[in-house]
């Protein structure tokens, strides 16, 4: 059964700091990751997806990696903003063809002006 | 956001009283899927649809059952409410044949009394 992992649960950085946030997952037959990010009483925002082909996206200031052999995905948020400041959750298909998605719990994250 | 509502956004209702929410798309998606969100464990699969009429379960489906009698329409009903069963429930939606990247939609927040 296909586990995902976020650690830390929650981060709190200074403005303008590089970081890096973490996804783990247990079996390596995955379709694709996904990163998402959810604001406080929100739904969730596609930010980056990874096929599994791939090894990593980017977008502004976000950059995704994917190891499949190691079971993990970093999201690299570079210049941190106080706007940044929100849950991250990353998500993973399988290639089972049952097109289920299994969910981290997220990392909080707070960037502090 | 991919054109998804959810219908209501927020409710209150007693137990053992049946509980309709509704989920609406406009851009023709075969799969939408519905997701409890509760604190300490994230994002967990409830029911999804491949289909029209076609439905399957997720990990946590005792207590919910879903109809999907057009492409534009999920329907998630709780037969007889719990206060288990208060939580934020939020649809979504599988978008593309090669990608399979998920949009959701807003979310509806359910307490049970």
């Known amino acids: 059964k296909q586990e995902v992992t976020q650690i830390p649960a929650a981060l709190s950085v200074p403005e303008g700091e590089n970081l890096v946030l973490n996804c783990s997952f247990t079996?390596?037959?995955?379709?694709?990751l996904q990163w998402f990010r959810q604001d406080p009483g929100k739904g969730l925002t596609s930010l980056l997806l990874i096929q599994s082909s791939q090894r990593e996206q980017t977008s502004g200031r976000l950059n995704a990696s994917l190891d499949k052999s190691s079971g993990r995905s970093t999201l690299y948020i570079a210049a941190s903003q106080p706007g940044d400041s929100a849950t991250y959750l990353c998500a993973v298909i399988g290639t089972s063809g049952t097109y289920k998605y299994i969910f981290g719990t997220g990392t909080r994250l707070k960037v502090l002006a | 956001d991919a054109g998804i509502t959810q219908s209501p956004r927020h409710k209150v209702t007693e137990t053992g009283t049946p509980v309709t929410l509704r989920c609406h798309q406009t851009?023709?998606?075969?799969?939408m899927y519905w997701y409890r969100q509760d604190p300490g464990h994230g994002l967990r699969l409830i029911h999804y649809s491949y289909g029209v009429k076609d439905t399957d379960k997720g990990e946590v489906s005792d207590g919910y059952s879903v109809s999907r009698s057009k492409t534009e329409d999920f329907l998630l009903t709780l037969e007889s409410a719990t206060s288990s069963q208060t939580s934020v429930y939020f649809c979504?939606?599988?978008?593309?044949?090669?990608?399979?990247?998920?949009?959701f939609g807003p979310g509806t927040r359910l307490t049970v009394t």
């Open positions: 851009e023709n998606h075969r799969y």
């Open positions: 079996d390596s037959a995955i379709y694709n």
């Open positions: 979504a939606i599988k978008s593309g044949e090669v990608s399979y990247e998920q949009y």
